[in-house]
């Protein structure tokens, strides 16, 4: 059942990453950031993957994910926000946050090898301010990403939460652990299914071969 959930949200990234790139190519119609996450997003998901299998630690590629995540969802929201406040925004957060987390990485270069908490909740957080942003933007013009939005909302903020209690149960027993991997891969599935949904309501239709 664990390996199901795992490999369902690997297989459902990967059907995301194949419809999107042809809606890109073909019909130049995805955006060209969220494209690139998804290429992103498998890429560093088969990376952990690859190496948990081996037995090696994968937290250097956890924290370049949610690094990266942040950076290219951060363009992606940017390029569809159209207020130039907003747009300045995301720019300064996104550099901010850089910033923060170059000086941390600097002042203690072990944290790039450690489960950093704070550069997910960070990271995390700003990428769903960034969507609210959008959500804003979308009362009164298209609804464009409008799914992807909502998942990347759920997603994020459960995930977050779910980071935060699996740091604080670390003394606690194997149980609560497990329940909070198995829920967080669960909803990586959903996630992914959003995403899917999102696609089939804006291009399904409207792909010719």
């Not at 956890?62 to 942040?70: P, T």
């Not at 995301?90 to 000086?103: D, E, F, G, N």
């Not at 933007?137 to 409008?146: A, G, H, P, Q, V």
Request: neutral net charge; proline residues 0%; hydrophobic residues 60%.
């Amino acid at each position: 059942m664990d390996d199901f959930l795992i490999y369902s949200g690997y297989l459902i990234l990967l059907i995301n990453l194949i419809l999107y790139s042809f809606s890109f190519f073909r019909k130049e119609k995805a955006n060209v950031f969220f494209v690139l996450y998804l290429v992103f997003a498998f890429t560093m998901q088969f990376s952990m993957e690859l190496l948990y299998q081996i037995g090696m630690t994968n937290l250097v590629v956890v924290n370049i994910f949610f690094i990266g995540q942040m950076i290219l969802l951060g363009l992606f929201y940017n390029s569809l926000l159209q207020i130039k406040s907003h747009k300045l925004f995301v720019k300064i957060a996104m550099a901010a946050a850089l910033l923060v987390l170059a000086v941390q990485f600097v002042l203690d270069p072990d944290q790039f090898l450690k489960f950093n908490l704070f550069a997910i909740t960070l990271t995390s957080l700003l990428i769903v301010v960034f969507a609210l942003l959008h959500f804003y933007n979308m009362l009164t013009e298209t609804k464009t990403y409008y799914y992807v939005s909502i998942a990347i909302v759920l997603y994020l903020l459960s995930s977050t939460v779910l980071f935060l209690i699996g740091n604080l149960s670390l003394g606690l027993s194997d149980d609560v652990k497990y329940i909070s991997w198995k829920l967080n891969a669960f909803l990586l599935v959903v996630y992914q299914t959003f995403i899917l949904y999102d696609w089939i309501q804006s291009y399904c239709n409207k792909v010719t071969i």
